[in-house]
T-cell receptor, first 116, second 113 residues
């Protein structure tokens, strides 16, 4: 089982649509959770952190269910500019040698295309 | 602040050549990371550093070396380039460890022929 699994996608939606992405993670000791956005041939950029209480940033709503080890992202009123790959990212403390670090584990990403 | 910067943006290497990918951050972050991203795949950690003079291996360190002589710089060295190292390389930094957001540089595209 992959450490972080996302909806395979791709998602093709019209402008104004609502779209939801799901993600599951396998390590119950994971400490923090994020959605990153990656545009074609660009670096990942933080979209939002995800909290158990749920959090909203404009048209974006993220939710975490620790018991089910499940993370979601909801995008309302999709815009053309939302077209990108969305990466589910889980952060936990790891150690490979003498030091510990924040190990980010990335899902493979879900491609979203918003069309006119 | 420029954030995290990387050079070069793109490079073609022949098998067996060596090169250094440069990474600099101006946010005074303690932690720095090198990732590689293969097409259609998630990012995989190559090496990381928790501060100047301290580095350690990540998930896929073979074929690479790093150093961290200053807080700002974290170069990645490829000694004997192989086709399997064709990838996009991202450098990232964070203030702390597990709870902290990582900020990524723009990436270096490497093609080994």
């Amino acid at each position: 089982r992959k450490e972080v699994e996302q909806d395979p996608g791709p998602f093709n939606v019209p402008e104004g649509a609502t779209v939801a992405f799901n993600c599951t993670y396998s390590n119950s000791a994971s400490q923090s959770f994020f959605w990153y956005r990656q545009d074609c041939r660009k670096e990942p950029k933080l979209l939002m952190s995800v909290y158990s209480s749920g959090n909203e940033d404009g048209r974006f709503t993220a939710q975490l269910n620790r018991a089910s080890q499940y993370i979601s992202l909801l995008i309302r009123d999709s815009k053309l500019s939302d077209s990108a790959t969305y990466l589910c990212v889980v952060n936990g403390r790891a150690r490979t040698g003498g030091t510990s670090y924040g190990k980010l584990t990335f899902g493979q990403g879900t491609i979203l295309t918003v069309h006119p | 602040n420029a954030g995290v910067t990387q050079t070069p943006k793109f490079r073609i290497l022949k098998i067996g050549q060596s090169m250094t990918l440069q990474c600099t951050q101006d946010m005074n972050h303690n932690y720095m990371y090198w990732y590689r991203q293969d097409p259609g795949m998630g990012l995989k950690l190559i090496y990381y550093s928790v501060g100047a003079g301290i580095t350690d291996k990540g998930e896929v360190p073979n074929g690479y070396n790093v150093s961290r002589s200053t807080t700002e710089d974290f170069p990645l060295r490829l000694e004997l380039a192989a086709p399997s190292q064709t990838s996009v390389y991202f450098c990232a930094s964070s203030l702390g460890a597990a709870q902290e957001t990582q900020y990524f540089g723009p990436g270096t595209r490497l093609l080994v022929l």
